[in-house]
């Protein structure tokens, strides 16, 4: 009953641990293209590989490769670049905040897209859990700067996209198809981007080498692949939602492995998040329930 809970929950854990492996990369010197390639490349060798050896490689249209290119060769790869890129510009505290922002744009997406009800406890959900994040991350005092707002913002409404359109091809063929073909062109497009800028390089120390293996297989092919097998049986919204404690899992394991303590206004804000993606977990079993006696 709970599997797609689960699998979100699981998906947002490999996701929050990605931070902790980019900050043992970053020490070794790995740029954010290389570092990026290896990760969609390893990433890609490993669900071909297990489909081929499997024998479960389906044939795909030529709209859904299209769909495919959109979402790993484009999508992903400008997310990803107006994320990075906004850091420069504005503390990653607020960068991170304002991309959190992607549960409300997707709720409105599906709104429009997948006539997916926008309930009263869908809006206090993300509410509740938006409010919690701005506890767990801290409240920057810096003056914001708007190139910076704006490229945060841009990436959590290229992020909101990719999911509704990654929820829609989920639906029409098995997500660890989906994963492979997005990482693959995810790989491809920041090869392009790596050799026109003479970023890539190889050349790094074994713990370098661990880093992105780290992401590759845990923030990358478990996450995707539970992400998307969570969202094809909750759907894109609640995924969202409960995707939202990625944050409070980066700040708890950075306490943990690098000695940063949590105030009291972090725990208390990642206590809020993990309460408004109860309730959205408990609202709709209650549906499901109510709809069962109804049935009976």
């Given amino acids: 009953m ?55 490689l389906v044939s795909i249209t030529f709209k859904q490769l299209a769909l495919f290119l959109l979402l790993g060769g484009v999508l992903y790869t400008l997310q990803s670049s107006f994320y990075f890129s906004s850091v420069k510009y504005i503390p990653a505290s607020l960068a991170a905040l304002l991309l959190y922002l992607y549960p409300v744009f997707v709720s409105i997406l599906s709104f429009f897209v997948n006539k997916e009800k926008l309930t009263k406890t869908i809006i206090l959900s993300i509410f509740i859990s938006l409010v919690g994040i701005m506890f767990v991350l801290g409240s920057p005092t810096e003056n914001p700067n708007i190139i910076g707002i704006s490229l945060a913002l841009a990436a959590a409404v290229v992020y909101s996209i990719y999911i509704i359109v990654g929820g829609r091809v989920t639906l029409q063929l098995p997500p660890i198809v989906t994963c492979a073909y997005i990482t693959l062109f995810a790989a491809i497009s920041f090869l392009i981007v790596g050799v026109s800028t003479n970023s890539l390089h190889v050349h790094f120390s074994l713990v370098g080498w661990l880093a992105i293996l780290s992401i590759s297989i845990i923030s990358s092919v478990i996450s995707m692949l539970s992400f998307f097998a969570g969202i094809k049986l909750i759907g894109p919204t609640k995924g969202s939602i409960l995707s939202m404690i990625e944050p409070v899992i980066t700040i708890l394991f950075s306490t943990i492995l690098f000695n940063e303590r949590m105030n009291l206004l972090q725990l208390f804000g990642g206590t809020v998040v993990l309460v408004g993606a109860f309730i959205v977990v408990i609202s709709s079993e209650k549906k499901k329930i109510s709809r069962n006696e109804m049935d009976f």
Wanted: cysteine-free; glycine content about 6%.
């Fill in 2 to 56: 709970y599997i797609g809970y689960l699998l979100i929950l699981l998906s947002a854990t490999a996701f929050g641990l990605m931070p902790i492996f980019a900050i043992y990369a970053y020490d070794q010197n790995i740029s954010v293209n290389t570092l990026l390639f290896l990760r969609f490349t390893f990433a890609t060798i490993i669900f071909f590989g297990y489909l081929l050896v499997r024998k479960k």
